[in-house]
């Protein structure tokens, strides 16, 4: 792994109401590196990357991406304040568990809006590298189709192509294939394999053990909003340190969900 | 009923007026409502009070009683306006209130997911709900927008009641010169149905095109 470390939270807490979601949360994601989070429903693992995101912000603990560090609880909510928070959410794209693709824009335009109207890239530029990043995922002939008229998998790869294009430090993909039958869950689990072969970061919440196995770095447990375990995969799966971590392996289908290679 | 032979002077001016009423009032409207939406979702209080007691008091009274007030009303307040612009500000405040409803509707209606995927790029408040979140609340609200129009091109006829001579007030001038009412009605009745008509077509287009990427 490189040095360069792309994005790191030390001491997140973050309630909601009653509920904390996490507790205390530490996680440092070096470029070019695969994070694979896994845990139970409600571990807060989607918690977790909205506020690696900031969408959700904490309540307590520190995030920094870039260079850039943001501190809660937060003091004053300026406008100085907002642009940071801005400029870190427009560094870590998320790819969100349904998508949320814009359906009045085609498939390019969901693609261009925000290295447009955010990173206020020129048009000619952002068009380019939007029909190189759709060709990447093997979707350069349905760039004027809208999202309505695409099949589940060539949706989860327009949102892919759509977050590569803020050109982040880190992708957060929230349970990619959860929507998806094997066979489409096959083709967008090639396309994240293709990227993490080019060293593109990322965060991914999975179930998919062979998957995990062989795209993660790292897998974090995550269980009541604390990271148990971070390991390397093979030991992770292999040996997990804590019982928590067995008794959840036990019950996630080995051979299940996709074959690693199709 | 011979309604050839029905002298009817001014009729072509009385359809004209009507129409200057009905399209000016509701751009005037539409504007208002924007901004009257715009601040019942805001995040300052004193603003959406301000929203909300308006849109309460011009949907909750009748057209005719807000026409009658901004014409006998006003004056009183030193401010007098002649009866055109009386009724065009009568009726721009009317459909704002309904129109800013409208819209509020269409807002709401969109899914969170899209205000999540917008913030999540690093765009502002302001940004989302001018490239994300308007763009699909107005398919939303376009039919709701579109009978407000309608409705609005109708209730124009209250304005006879201010000396305001439009469609209306030239039938009851040649009714009541002539005795023939009931030729006289059928005609300026006729002549609402045809502008509407127009306007039917116009929402149906207008609809079909929102609706392009859903289909």
Request: charged letters at 20%; proline letters at 6%.
């Amino acid at each position: 792994m490189s040095g360069n470390v792309a994005v790191d939270v030390r001491g997140l807490h973050k309630r909601f109401g009653d509920l904390e979601v996490l507790r205390s949360v530490d996680l440092t994601v070096y470029s070019g590196e695969v994070v694979v989070i896994m845990g139970p429903s409600g571990s807060g693992k989607t918690t977790l990357i909205r506020c690696l995101n900031l969408l959700d912000e904490p309540d307590a603990g520190s995030v920094t991406v870039h260079g850039t560090t943001l501190s809660y609880p937060a003091r004053g909510q300026g406008r100085s304040r907002r642009r940071l928070v801005r400029d870190i959410r427009a560094r870590t794209a998320m790819v969100f568990q349904h998508l949320n693709l814009f359906p009045h824009m085609t498939v390019l335009q969901n693609v261009i809006e925000g290295p447009i109207s955010v990173r206020r890239l020129p048009r000619s530029y952002a068009v380019e590298m939007g029909e190189r990043l759709l060709a990447h995922v093997g979707l350069d002939d349905k760039r004027d189709e809208y999202p309505a008229r695409l099949s589940g998998g060539q949706r989860q790869r327009v949102a892919i192509a759509r977050a590569l294009a803020m050109e982040p430090e880190v992708i957060l993909l929230d349970e990619p294939t959860s929507a998806l039958d094997p066979e489409l869950g096959a083709e967008v689990l090639r396309t994240i394999r293709s990227l993490a072969a080019c060293g593109t970061t990322m965060v991914v919440i999975t179930h998919e053990i062979p998957f995990a196995r062989e795209v993660a770095d790292r897998v974090a447990f995550m269980d009541a909003g604390h990271i148990l375990e971070e390991q390397h995969p093979n030991v992770f799966f292999d040996a997990p340190a804590t019982a928590r971590a067995r008794s959840f392996l036990r019950l996630v289908p080995k051979g299940g969900g996709p074959p690693s290679r199709p | 009923m011979d309604l050839l032979s029905l002298p009817m002077p001014g009729l072509l001016s009385g359809v004209a007026v009507t129409l200057l009423l009905g399209v000016v009032s509701f751009v005037f409207g539409l504007v208002l409502g924007g901004l009257v939406m715009l601040a019942r979702l805001s995040r300052r209080r004193p603003l959406r009070v301000a929203a909300i007691v308006y849109v309460s008091v011009f949907r909750g009274t009748p057209p005719l009683v807000q026409l009658m007030l901004v014409y006998f009303g006003l004056p009183r307040l030193d401010v007098r306006l002649p009866p055109v612009p009386s009724a065009i500000l009568t009726f721009s405040l009317y459909a704002g209130a309904h129109l800013s409803e409208n819209l509020r509707g269409g807002v709401l209606a969109v899914d969170g997911g899209q205000w999540d995927a917008a913030g999540s790029m690093g765009m502002s408040h302001g940004l989302a709900l001018r490239r994300v979140v308007l763009p699909q609340a107005l398919r939303v609200a376009a039919p709701a927008i579109g009978g407000r129009f309608i409705s609005l091109m109708k209730d124009t006829s209250l304005a006879s009641v201010i000396t305001v001579v439009e469609l209306t007030r030239v039938a009851e001038t040649a009714g009541s010169s002539s005795f023939r009412y009931v030729e006289a009605f059928t005609v300026a009745g006729a002549a609402y149905w045809l502008i509407n008509t127009v306007l039917f077509a116009g929402q149906g287009a207008l609809e079909r095109r929102l609706g392009r990427a859903y289909a």
